[in-house]
T-cell receptor
């Protein structure tokens, strides 16, 4: 158990809908990362937040947005869903000092199926 | 910018050794290694921050050649529990801190 929690575990929704994925980082971790994993694209970095501020952006679609709240939990919002958005969405967190600050610990993921 | 991993897959008998390579076309700040078992989240193995540094985790170790922008993961005396897909994640020197680009993964199967 990495200490990172994600809800829900599974999500099935229709095209065009909007969903929100939630992530709680390990206790004390200030950084939260979102990744998308699909069979054809592999593990793709989406976005990173550090202590409430957006730190880095990857291949995140405009239909997707994220935020990190004062209690450090984060939400990933996916809207106007398409079949191709079906994937595993992982949240990871990191914190500590020295090299520990770079170690990312992944949550169990949310499996999104768009029908 | 995605690093290239090789081989794509390897099948080992328990006790055998294997090497997984990860190379980038960009100058790297760090290389991270993760293992993912089917249906589970990636699990952090180790991070290499300096060129030429080797790190170890049980009988799994790694090296990082900063000049060649390459890293290798060494599975020594493999155990059944080593089975899974291994990913390298790279942080490019000129990119944002924490932004990892992952390779396509190397599937490792260890048989009795």
């Amino acid at each position: 158990d990495s200490g990172v929690t994600q809800t829900p575990k599974h999500l099935i929704t229709a095209t065009g809908q909007r969903v929100t994925l939630r992530c709680s980082p390990r206790s004390g971790d200030l950084s939260v990362y979102w990744y998308q994993q699909s069979l054809d694209q592999g593990l793709q970095f989406l976005i990173q937040y550090y202590n409430g501020e957006e730190r880095a952006k990857g291949n995140i679609l405009e239909r997707f947005s994220a935020q990190q709240f004062p209690d450090l939990h984060s939400e990933l919002n996916l809207s106007s869903l398409e079949l191709g958005d079906s994937a595993l969405y992982f949240c990871a967190s990191s914190g500590g000092s020295g090299t520990e600050a770079y170690e990312q610990y992944f949550g169990p993921g949310t499996r999104l199926t768009v029908t | 910018q995605q690093p290239v991993q090789s081989p794509q897959a390897v099948i080992l008998r328990e006790g055998e050794d294997a090497v997984i390579n990860c190379s980038s076309s960009k100058a790297l700040y760090s290389v991270h290694w993760y293992r993912q078992k089917h249906g589970e989240a990636p699990v952090f193995l180790m991070i290499l921050l300096k060129g030429g540094e080797q790190k170890g985790h049980d009988k799994i170790s790694a090296s990082f050649n900063e000049k060649k922008q390459q890293s290798s993961l060494y599975l020594t005396a493999s155990q059944l529990s080593y089975s899974g897909t291994y990913f390298c994640g790279t942080e490019i020197l000129t990119d944002s801190w924490g932004k990892l680009q992952f390779g396509a993964g190397t599937q490792v199967v260890v048989t009795p």
